[in-house]
């Protein structure tokens, strides 16, 4: 009997980190691999001419490529984000990169990949010993520029975001927060990456824009080439490469049940958020983009907990002027009225993306001149936003929220400078609410410890455990090699929770966690126990949160908590709960023991 030839590619499962919940199942699109290949191969006379000629009909497509990019985004009204289309353009026409590499094909007779990857390391010597950061930054888009023009000459199925035009699973080694956004344009409907972290910031846009995502596969660019069915559950964080159709089959069914518990859960979006003894807990929405506010009112949201400006600032030539923030804070201020609008002034620094800002280089990002720190230090930057949130005050309830104090000194300063700029504003005419409240992130564990002091000189607290855990327990929240130490439910993280909560009562006034452990219902009736007054989070997750406040009472939470507090590892108390809950409610989480 001949010999069945067919080829069956066996399914390949790799388990990563869920970012984004969900299930999808769909086409393959590779972005990137990790490292461009370019492989040296010599040629003869005869093929110069060819080669030259090959070379530049790749620019022309790089160049009608990023034309057309940028003609979509302009219309679709992100005129700001197409400045960087525009450098890659001019970097196109650049004539070292262009004649040096037809020098080079001509002369030592080599191909054209190998010939441009030699000019481009050339050209990256040249940037690597100038000492204008802000020109050193461009030798970035010279290789964005590069990596294009390569993938034209190959004509792999390597493709960019904003080249995509059907619905398709991105497969990318990374995604820089400028490939996210343009995600919005695009019809993606998973997103799966070799590196990442829960907290990475491609991680919380992905989820923003509710699209199922897994981070941290470490080789799915490796196993992809293009175009095979890929299955996503972004709850689970598993990735299936060429599904078998029994597995097709049993996701399709994980899917329907998916969608039909998220249509379950809806109906919480409109409920109060109360327990069944009357207590009330505020929940509200983290956003990035103001894009955003259909879903923060879909969801049920009571206003904006954490509006994280850093995206205001990212993919253009100029810095935003007061004018502008006020324009975007007014806007997101009438969007959500009649509830109030956190803003968070500039967390610019660590894993936040720099955007035309000059940051030096600096060994240890996560701990040098970031945040309010680069604020203090730029004040001229600092002061337009603080004038542009203030003049938004007179329009409705806004907040301002502090990143990354470490200690009163540091809240002395802002103070300092928020009356300045309050004078000023006065003296130029402008209305705003002069008790606009104040209040600060605690997120680095000398805030914590010193809770007490600064919930004197705050209107509010915001805990971000992003952070908190981060520098608490000195594990990098985008390093994959430590994520296994990343525990929310650490004793140390617990007591400062603790603490920080009873500080500001003493004082009165209200305390809120605005990490992604706030977003997680699996934590929800402990922060019910510690008598947290707000939780904000990715507005998807409200219901689910809502759903578990709805069917329990304090004294629950505070039955709970008395148990979590005796624990001496996050081990034990991430057992004990995940038991508690899948006790408690079954349908929602009895996946958390398995
Ligand atoms: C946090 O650190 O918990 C936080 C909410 O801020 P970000 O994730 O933007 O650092
Ligand atoms: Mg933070």
Redesign the pocket.
């Known amino acids: 009997m001949k010999k069945n030839t067919l080829s069956i590619r066996e399914e390949k499962i790799l388990k990563g980190i869920g970012v984004s919940p969900g299930i999808v199942i769909g086409k393959a699109a590779l972005l990137e691999r990790q490292h461009p290949t370019f492989v040296p191969r010599r040629i003869v006379a005869a093929q110069v001419a060819a080669e030259v000629k090959r070379f530049e009909k790749a620019i022309e497509k790089s160049k009608e490529q990023l034309e057309e990019v940028k003609q979509r985004i302009l219309e679709k009204g992100f005129s700001q984000h197409s400045y960087i289309l525009d450098v890659h353009l001019k970097v196109m026409e650049d004539r070292m990169l262009r004649d040096e590499t037809i020098t080079m094909i001509k002369e030592q007779l080599v191909n054209t990949e190998w010939a441009l990857k030699v000019t481009f390391d050339k050209i990256s010597e040249a940037f690597d010993a100038i000492e204008d950061e802000y020109l050193k930054e461009r030798k970035e888009d010279i290789k964005h520029v590069v990596e294009r023009i390569h993938r034209n000459l190959i004509g792999g199925d390597l493709r960019k975001v904003e080249d995509l035009e059907e619905n398709v699973i991105v497969v990318a080694h990374d995604l820089s927060p400028a490939d996210t956004i343009q995600l919005n344009l695009q019809r993606v409907i998973g997103i799966v990456t070799d590196i990442g972290g829960k907290?990475s910031h491609t991680a919380?846009v992905s989820r923003s824009l509710e699209i199922p995502a897994v981070v941290g596969l470490e080789e799915v660019t490796a196993s992809v080439a293009g175009g095979e069915t890929i299955v996503i559950d972004g709850t689970e964080g598993v990735v299936i490469i060429d599904p078998s159709q029994s597995t097709i089959k049993a996701y399709q069914l994980k899917q329907q049940h998916y969608r039909y518990l998220e249509r379950e859960l809806l109906k919480y979006s409109t409920l109060s958020a109360e327990t069944q003894d009357g207590h009330h807990l505020t929940l509200q929405a983290?956003i990035e983009l103001i894009e955003e506010v259909p879903s923060v009112i879909q969801y049920g949201a009571e206003g904006i907990g954490?509006y994280?400006t850093e995206y205001l600032y990212l993919n253009r030539k100029t810095l935003p002027d007061e004018e502008e923030h006020f324009q975007v804070y007014k806007k997101l201020m009438e969007e959500t009225a009649p509830y109030p609008v956190t803003i968070?002034t500039l967390?610019l620094g660590?894993?936040?993306f720099s955007s035309h800002i000059e940051l030096a280089e600096q060994v240890n990002p996560a701990m040098g001149l970031r945040a309010i720190r680069f604020c203090l230090m730029e004040q001229d930057i600092f002061k337009a936003q603080l004038r542009g949130i203030l003049r938004a005050s007179h329009y409705g309830k806004v907040k301002i929220l502090l990143?990354m104090i470490s200690g009163v000194e540091e809240l002395w300063e802002v103070k300092a400078i928020l009356d300045e700029v309050k004078e000023e504003l006065g003296a130029r005419g402008f209305e705003f609410d002069p008790a606009i409240p104040l209040g600060v992130?605690i997120?680095i564990p000398s805030a914590a410890i010193t809770a007490d002091i600064l919930a004197r000189e705050v209107d509010f607290f915001s805990?971000?455990?992003?952070?908190?855990i981060?520098y608490s327990l000195a594990i990098d929240r985008v390093n994959k090699y430590v994520s296994y130490l990343y525990e929310p439910l650490h004793p140390a993280i617990v007591r400062h929770m603790k603490g920080v909560v009873d500080c500001a009562h003493e004082v009165d006034i209200d305390v809120g966690i605005?990490?992604?452990m706030a977003a997680d219902p699996l934590y929800t009736l402990i922060f019910l126990g510690l008598g947290l007054d707000e939780l904000s989070m990715h507005p998807i997750a409200i219901p689910r949160v809502k759903k578990v406040l709805r069917l329990s009472t304090r004294t629950d939470g505070e039955g709970l908590l008395k148990k979590v507090l005796q624990f001496s590892t996050a081990k034990e108390t991430e057992y004990f709960i995940r038991k508690e809950m899948a006790e408690r409610f079954p349908e929602d989480f009895i996946h958390c023991m398995e």
């Open positions: 907290t919380i983290n954490l994280r968070r967390d660590g894993d936040k990143p992130m997120e805990i971000g455990t992003n952070d908190l981060q605005c990490g992604e």
